[in-house]
């Protein structure tokens, strides 16, 4: 088993992408929930099995190297499999009176509550994990026709370095399927 304390690099990284052209690349797949774990123990497409411990600050990103062993020339490499977001943006609302503007607000957070999506706000967007098939996401937005304000889905990638770890926790780790919802680690 090894021990992952740290993350030594990004694919990315031009330097880490060079020394990595020829070597040997174990993937570790996770998944939207998984990445969020600072404690883990998952076993690689090769076989090896990691025992990764990092400090909570750090969030797991797709294609970091979790081990890299220079004389035989092999990395362990994350490989982050994150749904798409939908960004609600509220900016739209901006010139409206407070009272248009509160009444919106407590209707979009009903209709995403009343669906059991998690989200995150920051500034005049609001964040919310595909949770279900964007059709049924989508058809939920339009049913409500909030006036002024809009929606896109987007890859989860253009999301995340928007996010602090806590809300990324928040947003991809609430959103996990249901077998991994009572793992106490």
């Not at 090894?2 to 070597?23: F, K, M, S, T």
């Amino acid at each position: 088993m090894i021990r992952v304390d740290q993350v030594h690099g990004n694919l990315d990284d031009p330097e880490w992408a060079a020394r990595l052209e020829r070597a040997a690349i174990d993937p570790l797949r996770l998944d939207q929930w998984e990445a969020q774990r600072s404690r883990l123990r998952k076993t690689t497409e090769g076989g090896t099995e990691l025992a990764i411990s990092l400090d909570r600050a750090i969030q797991l990103r797709d294609g970091d190297i979790l081990d890299w062993d220079p004389e035989r020339a092999s990395a362990i490499v994350a490989r982050i499999d994150l749904r798409p977001v939908m960004i609600v943006e509220l900016s739209g609302l901006l010139g409206e009176t407070p009272e248009i503007i509160a009444r919106t607000c407590v209707e979009l957070g009903h209709a995403i509550g009343n669906q059991h999506w998690p989200a995150v706000v920051k500034g005049t967007q609001v964040f919310v994990p595909l949770t279900v098939d964007k059709a049924v996401m989508g058809s939920v937005m339009r049913t409500h026709a909030l006036p002024s304000i809009t929606f896109e889905f987007v890859p989860a990638d253009e999301v995340i370095p928007y996010l602090a770890p806590h809300e990324a926790r928040r947003l991809f780790g609430a959103s996990a399927p249901d077998e991994h919802t009572h793992d106490p680690a």
